[in-house]
């Protein structure tokens, strides 16, 4: 996570190799992501919630089949550029859904 900033891809700013790492490693990165999504660096919020939203679309389509719009507004639809209270509340809401997935989770 220490790298998520190094080595943004040319045409996609908002990409790094560690963002693509981690989204491949699914819901313990996600976990591991979350304060970045408090970070007062913007890009670093913006290259967290990819992280975010690669491994909960993944998470979605692996285990639900369910609709990943849905539950990105369920969890607060966390935006970067959203104002601290409003991230706070988003990244609480994904923490009790990682729980929740967590849980569901095959051993």
Not at 34 to 39: D, E, G
Request: charged share 25%.
């Amino acid at each position: 996570m220490e790298n998520i900033n190094a080595s943004p891809e040319p045409l996609h700013a908002d990409f790094t190799s560690e963002v693509r790492a981690l989204v491949r490693c699914g819901l313990p990165a996600a976990r591991a992501i979350l304060p970045l999504l408090m970070s007062p660096d913007e890009l670093t919020r913006l290259r967290a919630q990819r992280v975010l939203e690669g491994v909960s679309r993944s998470a979605v389509a692996d285990t639900w089949g369910g609709d990943w719009a849905l539950l990105w507004h369920d969890n607060g639809d966390y935006h970067w550029r959203a104002e601290a209270g409003k991230r706070q509340s988003a990244v609480n809401r994904w923490l009790a859904w990682l729980d929740r997935a967590a849980a569901a989770a095959p051993d």
